[in-house]
């Protein structure tokens, strides 16, 4: 059974601070790991991707991939009261296909 | 920019009754796939289809079926609907080798 696995939340951070979130994944096989946004009542929103060991930057976000130990985060510096929303992990086994978290929700609060 | 549209924000309806869910997108992707999202339970996927008029069962495809009969449209039916399917239903669509999916703005079905 491929599975991912988050926090639900919520996670609360200061403005200005740094947003941590995690995500595990139970098969060794998969390819590449995908963050998704999705604020409430809207649909999720591609972040970010990464499918190599290590960290990939993008602006404030920085998606960090360690196979060996089976988790993927993401970290957004200097979040912002506009970044509060659930965040979304999800895992590509192959096959164009992609398998969700359950979400973490984060709180930005002024 | 990529648009994948379903034909419904709201939907209600009654136990037992078949329900459609259409989505159509206007880029072209070879693969469209249905997913259902419950508080707690993230999405799950119901079907997906690489091609037109082929589908594939996902992880919770009782109670379910699809169609796409043309590459732009993909169609979730639900045979005779209960309770336990009340749920928001999200579609998108993605290109072959690409696994970067755009979703449609969802429905909202309540079925009483």
């Known amino acids: 059974q491929k599975e991912v696995e988050q926090n639900s939340g919520p996670l609360s951070v200061p403005e200005g601070a740094i947003a941590s979130l995690n995500c595990t994944y139970s098969?060794?096989?998969?390819?590449?790991f995908f963050w998704y946004r999705q604020y409430s009542g809207k649909s999720p929103e591609l972040i970010m991707f990464?499918?190599?060991?290590g960290d990939k930057e993008d602006g404030r976000f920085t998606a960090q991939l360690n196979k060996a130990s089976q988790y993927v985060s993401l970290l957004i510096r200097d979040s912002q009261p506009s970044d509060s929303a659930t965040y979304l992990c999800a895992a590509d086994w192959g096959g164009n296909m992609l398998t969700f978290g359950g979400g973490t929700r984060l709180m930005v609060k002024p | 920019d990529v648009k994948v549209t379903q034909s419904s924000r709201y939907l209600v309806k009654r136990t037992g009754e078949k329900v459609f869910l259409e989505c159509v997108q206007d880029m072209d992707h070879e693969n469209m796939f249905w997913y259902r999202q419950d508080p707690g339970l993230g999405l799950r996927l119901i079907y997906f289809?690489?091609?037109?008029?082929?589908?594939e069962k996902g992880d919770i495809p009782e109670g379910y079926s699809v169609s796409r009969e043309k590459k732009e449209r993909f169609s979730l039916i639900l045979e005779s609907a209960s309770t336990n399917q009340t749920s928001m239903y999200l579609c998108?669509?993605?290109?072959?080798?690409?696994?970067?999916?755009?979703f449609g703005q969802g429905t909202r079905l309540t079925v009483v």
């Open positions: 098969d060794r096989g998969s390819q590449s």
């Open positions: 990464i499918y190599s060991n």
């Open positions: 289809s690489y091609d037109v008029k082929m589908k």
């Open positions: 998108a669509s993605s290109p072959t080798g690409d696994t970067e999916a755009f």
